[in-house]
């Protein structure tokens, strides 16, 4: 993240950073371990976000767990019809305002 934040900081580029987004449903068959990987990520994805102005962080986990049913076709973390189409629409509305 680093190297490509290094390549766009003097230019009008915008770093997306988004999310790892799992299904709520299937964090009871998650290891501790890997629920405290997935946390330490998202946190380290926020935080870049904050420190480097060009970078920001897309977070829609708890838009897609609200009706996790709907948004993923699975209890992983693949997303439905519905899904991708909430995660195109919030990006969209993003991008919109950066520009």
């Known amino acids: 993240m680093n190297k490509i934040n290094n390549l766009i900081k003097d230019k009008k ?6 999310s790892t987004n799992i299904n709520n449903s ?3 068959n998650l290891s501790k371990s890997h629920l405290r990987a997935l946390k ?3 946190k380290n994805f926020k935080e870049f976000s904050e420190k480097n102005k060009n970078a920001y962080y897309f977070n829609i986990s708890s838009q897609l767990n609200s009706e996790p ?3 993923f076709i699975d209890l992983c973390c693949h997303l439905s019809d519905e899904g991708a189409n909430l995660v ?3 990006l969209t509305k993003l991008i919109t305002k950066l520009d």
């Open 13 to 18: 580029i915008f770093f997306i950073i988004s």
């Open 26 to 28: 299937s964090i009871n």
């Open 40 to 42: 330490m990520l998202n």
């Open 69 to 71: 049913k709907k948004m």
């Open 88 to 90: 195109a629409t919030e």
